[in-house]
């Protein structure tokens, strides 16, 4: 999960908009998916999810081994990724997808797409402290104003925070998996916690994306930011990235539940 944070300073930029009777070419919203980091963010997942475990705990009388097993199997990246590319597809316009792609083709967009890739190949560990040693100096001040203004355009908190929501749901399902009697959440409680814990979320997360934005951008000059921001605030933007955290919600959310019943599952045939 943590290289998930920088890697979806491009998410936004991979737009694309429409209606459902339109659709887009799936193989085109996967090329932007790769692009815009949602690949390498399913991809890292279920480790996210055995982290998240391995911090909280483990459902009484599992091994973390049987848990990251169950994890992997249920978190898939490749079913997951079919499943959210047939869902955006069905809700972006083919003309959209063109227009975007051609913009990331642009020289502008081929820069910053690399020097994203690139900076995602760094630990998070190490790209955020020195984002954050960026960030701090004066006259880095005018490039924070745009980072927050990229990612206010691309959504990027709402993103990472849903994200990170969901994988917090699927570790609380999987924990009750092992619980019963008056310490079991019900669905409402397990509701309330994550409600409790957006605000906060989000506090944490943000100066972890502004940091990560300073990182990867640190050699792209201002015109080129500005010109990026611009691209994200098109309605078509808007409009894919509606499209992407509704699908997000839907999968993960799903799997959230079925990771549940897998573990409950296990955890009864170990008691037979």
Same mark, same amino acid.
Request: no cysteine; hydrophobic share 45%.
């Given at each position: 999960?943590?290289?998930?944070?920088?890697?979806?300073?491009?998410?936004?930029?991979?737009?694309?908009?429409?209606?459902?009777?339109?659709?887009?070419?799936?193989?085109?919203?996967?090329?932007?998916?790769? %692009?815009?980091?949602?690949?390498?963010?399913?991809?890292?997942?279920?480790?996210?999810?055995?982290?998240?475990?391995?911090?909280?705990?483990?459902?009484?009388?599992?091994?973390?081994?049987?848990?990251?097993?169950?994890?992997?199997?249920?978190?898939?990246?490749?079913?997951?990724?079919?499943?959210?590319?047939?869902?955006?597809?069905?809700?972006?316009?083919?003309?959209?997808?063109?227009?975007?792609?051609?913009?990331?083709?642009?020289?502008?967009?081929?820069?910053?797409?690399?020097?994203?890739?690139?900076?995602?190949?760094?630990?998070?560990?190490?790209?955020?402290?020195?984002?954050?040693?960026?960030?701090?100096?004066?006259?880095?001040?005018?490039?924070?104003?745009?980072?927050?203004?990229?990612?206010?355009?691309?959504?990027?908190?709402?993103?990472?925070?849903?994200?990170?929501?969901?994988?917090?749901?699927?570790?609380?399902?999987?924990?009750?998996?092992?619980?019963?009697?008056?310490?079991?959440?019900?669905?409402?409680?397990?509701?309330?916690?994550?409600?409790?814990?957006?605000?906060?979320?989000?506090?944490?997360?943000?100066?972890?994306?502004?940091?990560?934005?300073?990182?990867?951008?640190?050699?792209?000059?201002?015109?080129?930011?500005?010109?990026?921001?611009?691209?994200?605030?098109?309605?078509?933007?808007?409009?894919?990235?509606?499209?992407?955290?509704?699908?997000?919600? %839907?999968?993960?959310?799903?799997?959230?539940?079925?990771?549940?019943?897998?573990?409950?599952?296990?955890?009864?045939?170990?008691?037979?």
């Amino acid at each position: 999960m943590l290289k998930t944070f920088a890697a979806a300073a491009l998410l936004a930029l991979a737009a694309a908009s429409g209606g459902a009777a339109q659709g887009a070419d799936r193989s085109d919203v996967a090329d932007l998916f790769e %692009v815009g980091g949602v690949t390498s963010a399913l991809e890292g997942y279920a480790d996210g999810v055995v982290l998240g475990a391995r911090q909280g705990g483990l459902p009484p009388g599992m091994t973390e081994a049987q848990y990251a097993d169950i994890a992997r199997r249920v978190f898939d990246a490749e079913p997951m990724l079919t499943d959210m590319i047939d869902r955006v597809a069905e809700r972006v316009a083919q003309s959209d997808v063109d227009e975007l792609l051609d913009w990331l083709a642009t020289p502008i967009g081929r820069r910053i797409a690399e020097a994203q890739m690139e900076a995602a190949e760094t630990p998070l560990q190490e790209r955020v402290p020195i984002g954050l040693g960026l960030i701090a100096r004066d006259d880095h001040a005018p490039r924070l104003r745009l980072y927050r203004e990229l990612i206010e355009a691309q959504d990027l908190l709402n993103f990472m925070t849903r994200l990170t929501l969901n994988t917090s749901y699927a570790v609380i399902v999987g924990r009750r998996a092992g619980v019963s009697g008056p310490q079991t959440l019900t669905d409402d409680q397990i509701a309330r916690v994550l409600a409790e814990m957006e605000a906060p979320l989000r506090s944490q997360l943000e100066p972890i994306l502004e940091a990560g934005l300073a990182y990867a951008y640190r050699d792209i000059d201002m015109a080129a930011l500005e010109e990026m921001r611009e691209a994200s605030r098109t309605p078509a933007s808007s409009r894919y990235v509606e499209a992407l955290m509704s699908s997000i919600d %839907v999968v993960i959310r799903a799997r959230g539940l079925a990771f549940g019943e897998a573990l409950s599952e296990a955890l009864t045939r170990r008691d037979l």
